[in-house]
């Protein structure tokens, strides 16, 4: 239990300069080779530390066990995640992590670019964190706290109990899983749920110290294409119908003071256009759709497609069509079920000092999928916040605090069995 201020810090800022960003546009799985460098890395840790069985398999996927060192039977194996790739939204290149000790709630000028400058005014979760020690990056690329320090809280972890010869932290067995690609929507695409053989998960991919989110968006893709009609520009009058007109249109019409993530929070959910491409003949606009209540994405989509009507009686001779993709579901459908999974990580959290903050958030991580793949999976905080950006910081003291939960957590399991 000795130095994991220390340890985790030196742990966080040795992986950040691991280049491991994913790439949305491959096909490869992963979508970057580089993230393997860093789960290689993590495999030999894992053995250093004396887990023999630490993997990587074919597809980047890092396994190990802590066994357990409890007489009971039945108690449920606790799967603990995270990711290595760190988001396309920001370069990864060249992390120059900086130490800033004791912070006492000044502005933070970032060195290799001046105009980074995070504040309490633009960062307010800062103001809970005066006189812990912050870790940023130099100015020109994103930290990789995201999810990084959700590795190195896991990886410390995993020292404190193979250091804990005399069996003090009395625990069923443990599972630890890191994935690659979550960045791009593709994290748990290729895992081997058998080779895991966990019976509930906990992801550690949060922000502010204390979260506990078991409640996320439900999400899906939408594209909605336009095709026109393809003539001579010099003899285009009566034939023409050009596509990216219609689409331009039809994009004009979106609603901006509702249904936008611009114009919602909370439990609202939202249509989002995230990328539009197009030529004379055929126009596309892809779009996420997101809400808490699974049941109104439909709603939202036939919203797009009312609009999408109403755009082509504009343009005789123009038609469109929808494709939707469902991406991930709201983790609380299953985490309903078992309410005992989130109550013992505010249990834990409790018991190592820290004050719970059950939240929802607008977004999804690798537990949603989990989730629904047999492995029930809230997401318990890391500390990292102003993620995928340059602004990007982490406490210290909130991976210590992250820990110290998981310690408590897995005896609370033994207790309980």
């Known amino acids: 239990m000795e130095n994991i201020v220390q340890h985790v810090a030196e742990r966080f800022m040795r992986y950040v300069q691991i280049d491991t960003q994913s790439d949305p546009n ?33 597809f980047g996927y890092v396994f190990a066990t802590i066994p357990g060192n409890s007489d009971k039977e039945g108690i449920e194996t606790i799967c ?13 290149t060249g992390v120059k992590p900086i130490l800033h000790s004791n912070y006492q709630g000044q502005d933070i000028v970032l060195p290799d670019d001046t105009s980074q400058v995070i504040t309490t005014d633009k960062h307010p979760y800062l103001n809970e964190r005066i006189g812990d020690d912050i870790i940023t990056a130099s100015g020109t690329t994103l930290l990789g706290a995201d999810d990084k320090a959700g590795v190195a809280i896991i990886m410390e972890l995993a020292r404190v109990l193979c250091a804990d010869v005399d069996d003090k932290i009395v625990h069923g067995d443990i599972r630890i899983l890191f994935t690659p690609d979550e960045e791009v929507g593709r994290g748990v695409d290729k895992l081997d749920m058998e080779r895991l053989n966990a019976d509930v998960g906990y992801t550690l991919d949060g922000g502010t110290r204390g ?11 939408m594209t909605v294409t336009f095709h026109g009609i393809s003539a001579h520009p010099g003899y285009a009058k009566g034939k023409m119908v050009n596509a990216m007109k219609v689409l331009s249109a039809f994009m004009a019409e979106l ?10 929070a909370a439990k609202e959910g939202f249509v989002h256009p995230y990328a539009i491409s197009g030529e004379l003949e055929q126009a596309q606009a892809e779009f996420l759709i997101r809400d808490f209540d699974t049941q109104k994405l439909e709603n939202h989509q036939q919203v797009l497609i009312n ?17 939707v993709v469902e991406q991930y579901r709201n983790m609380h459908e299953v985490l309903s079920n078992h309410p005992h999974i989130e109550a013992n990580a505010i249990e834990a959290m409790k018991r190592a000092g820290i004050t719970p903050r059950p939240d929802s958030v607008r977004g999804g991580t690798d537990g949603s999928r989990l989730s629904f793949m047999g492995l029930p999976c809230p997401n318990i905080f890391t500390g990292e916040m102003g993620i995928h950006s340059k602004q990007e910081y982490v406490s210290v003291q909130d991976m210590e605090a992250a820990v110290k939960t998981l310690i408590e957590l897995i005896q609370i399991y033994e207790e309980k069995a």
């Open 26 to 58: 491959s096909t490869d799985f992963p979508s970057t080779a580089k993230q393997l460098n860093l789960s290689m890395m993590l495999v030999e840790e894992l053995r250093g530390l004396g887990i023999d069985d630490a993997i990587m398999d074919e």
């Open 80 to 92: 603990f995640c995270s990711h290595v790739d760190t988001a396309p939204d920001c370069s990864g």
């Open 211 to 221: 979260s506990i989110e078991g409640d996320t968006f439900s999400a899906n893709a």
């Open 255 to 264: 609603p901006a003071d509702k249904l936008s993530p611009e114009s919602t």
């Open 307 to 323: 609009l999408a009507e109403k755009t082509i009686a504009k343009f005789p001779g123009s038609s469109f069509e929808t494709k």
